[in-house]
């Protein structure tokens, strides 16, 4: 059973930083797309960012652009960088994984093309 773990999580002031970990068991994750959505109180999940295989490729949600950077290391992890957040940023961010070809990054935004989630890092951050 493949697992996503995420960490780095926590509550920050307004304008503050985060980076978020995400590492999968089992096995290498190189070949895969990976990525990651978010989700507020009483909100859809929202995609943030996606990053093809051998991090090729990068693709962010217009409203985090500038802000958050997403990256890969070459076997397992994905992490988000998270610069000037907001309140509005408050969510639990989910770390997701796909296979697919690595041109296949058309449908980053339909939760639904992701077969493996997470369990979610709360960000909160304050006023």
């Known amino acids: 059973q493949v697992q996503l773990v995420e960490s780095g999580g926590g509550l920050v002031q307004d304008g503050g930083s985060l980076e978020l970990s995400c590492a999968a068991s089992?096995?290498?994750?190189?070949?895969?797309?990976m990525g990651w959505f978010r989700q507020a109180p009483g909100r859809e999940r929202e995609f943030v960012a996606g990053?093809?295989?051998?991090?090729?490729?990068t693709y962010s949600a217009d409203s985090v652009k500038g802000r958050f950077s997403i990256s890969r290391d070459h076997a397992n992890s994905v992490y988000l960088e998270i610069d000037g957040l907001r309140p509005d940023d408050t969510a639990v961010y989910y770390c997701?994984?796909?296979?697919?070809?690595?041109?296949?990054?058309?449908?980053?935004?339909?939760?639904?093309?992701?077969?493996?989630w997470g369990q979610g890092t709360q960000v909160s951050v304050s006023s």
């Open positions: 997701v994984a796909r296979g697919g070809g690595p041109d296949d990054y058309g449908s980053y935004s339909i939760a639904g093309e992701w077969p493996y």
């Open positions: 089992e096995r290498t994750f190189s070949n895969y797309h």
């Open positions: 990053i093809s295989p051998y991090g090729r490729n």
